[in-house]
């Protein structure tokens, strides 16, 4: 597509639900980043897949978060057992192989998660 | 752990007005980035430094990289509502798999 696409856009979510959220990156974009960024604050890493295997996934923040990526497509991000901790706006981004190293990344729009 | 600070973390002035927002580390990059970041989207990509002392321009934005490559600043001349934004700055390792680390970010406000 002509952009990263996330989805849903907007969750509300009971605290103990589970929830999945959806990234389609760009075609041809090998790398792909999730992040999460809580209210008017930077964004904190949380797992890095270069094509369909997770080099770097040290930054997801408990046993509850796991993802998966389907060759150099579609990435599903899941919380189990949600908290209300876990409410905030979680990024998609991916770059191509040389992006990554100075052309930068592009992002989604986020799933706005809320945990009532 | 790579950390990247910004200052200030917010920032209101008048339209007309300059400013400078400032990104510190005590670790090298390879590179850093500045994104902006409007409510409901994801970061946008502005620029990308990657010498030492590197100095680029766009428009009336103008990015500094320092020469150490442990800093950056992004200065706004004549600044306008449209420049309001969350601003981060993030930083490239080239030895990292995640490759970019990112500040905490400057809301800036820009009054008519």
Do not use: M
Not at chain 2, 83 to 91: F, K, N, R, S, V
Request: hydrophobic residues 30%.
């Amino acid at each position: 597509g002509a952009g990263v696409s996330q989805s849903p856009s907007n969750k509300v979510t009971e605290k103990g639900k589970d929830v999945e959220l959806r990234c389609d990156p760009i075609s041809g974009h090998t790398a792909l980043y999730w992040y999460r960024q809580r209210l008017g604050q930077g964004l904190e890493f949380l797992i890095y897949f270069q094509g369909n295997s997770a080099p770097d996934k040290s930054g997801l923040p408990s046993d509850r978060f796991s993802a998966e990526r389907t060759g150099e497509s579609v990435s599903t991000l899941t919380i189990q057992r949600t908290q209300q901790e876990d409410s905030a706006v979680y990024l998609c981004a991916s770059s191509s192989p040389t992006g990554r190293r100075g052309g930068g990344y592009t992002f989604g729009s986020g799933t706005r998660l809320t945990v009532v | 752990t790579q950390l990247l600070e910004q200052s200030p973390q917010f920032l209101s002035i008048q339209e007309g007005e300059n400013l400078t927002v400032y990104c510190n580390s005590s670790s090298v990059f390879s590179s850093l980035q500045w994104y902006r970041q409007e409510p409901g989207e994801g970061p946008v990509l502005l620029v990308t430094v990657v010498t030492g002392g590197e100095v680029k321009k766009l428009k009336r934005l103008t990015f500094q990289f320092g020469d150490a490559r442990k800093d950056s600043s992004l200065h706004i001349t004549a600044a306008q509502p449209g420049d309001t934004g969350l601003y981060l700055c993030a930083g490239v390792s080239s030895g990292s798999a995640r490759q970019l680390t990112f500040g905490s970010g400057t809301q800036l406000t820009v009054l008519p």
